[in-house]
């Protein structure tokens, strides 16, 4: 099945199901009176205030590509892994894609998922458990959530789960989500460059005419 795929540009259906969880949380955020971009309009009123809030989300995404840049260096143990997994398995599905479409999908992804984990569920939470407690929760419970839906490996989990915690406390400092959504959708845009343009991506020209991989 991936390597069916891996023949086929998949960027469009990536770009669709990340943006349709936008819509989700703008739904569920009806649904639950819950506004998943409260404090994020964008009017000539507050304009220096969102221009502000994605400033900080550039910022923010240095120590994730800090961690992106050490985590991809290791090839032993569960991480290497997952290195391995993303290189042949994940890379190719994305192989065709051109930079612009890299750049919709990661946009797609961090207006997606910042709205529905950071903007819908982390607020729900908060709002409904009074005091810092109920922030500190929110912020868990989103990322505990974020974790399992990214839930490719158990190492994949858990490095989502601490991305989703950092995020939080982002979310949760700035109090607007463009920040989070800045920071999330221009680390997926250097992770999906980085992976898929690394000639450590390439598949093996015959992988089956050399077995015995290791003594």
């Known amino acids: 099945m991936a390597n069916a795929l891996a023949h086929r ?34 009017n000539p009123e507050t304009r220096w205030q969102q ?10 995404t240095l120590p994730m590509l800090v961690g992106l840049v050490t985590l991809r260096k290791i090839q032993a143990g569960p991480l290497g892994e997952l290195n391995q997994l993303v290189d042949k398995q994940l890379a190719p599905l994305f192989a065709e894609a051109r930079l612009w479409e890299l750049a919709l999908i990661a946009l797609a992804a961090g207006w997606g998922e910042e709205l529905l984990f950071r903007g819908w569920l982390q607020t729900l939470v908060t709002r409904n458990i009074a005091g810092g407690t109920g922030l500190w929760i929110g912020v868990l419970l989103s990322a505990a959530v974020f974790g399992l839906c990214h839930w490719i490996t158990s190492a994949y989990a858990l490095l989502a789960l601490l991305a989703g915690i950092y995020l939080g406390i982002l979310f949760l400092a700035s109090g607007n989500i463009l920040t989070s959504v800045t920071t999330h959708a ?30």
């Open 9 to 42: 540009n998949i960027a469009p259906l990536a770009f669709f199901f990340e943006a349709a969880l936008g819509l989700l949380a703008i739904g569920l955020g009806n649904w639950f009176d819950v506004d998943p971009l409260e404090n994020a309009s964008l």
């Open 51 to 60: 221009a502000s809030a994605v400033g900080w989300g550039l910022l923010a």
């Open 186 to 215: 221009l680390y997926d845009f250097v992770a999906l460059v980085w992976i898929t343009r690394s000639p450590s991506s390439s598949p093996p020209a015959d992988e089956t005419t050399n077995p015995v991989q290791e003594t």
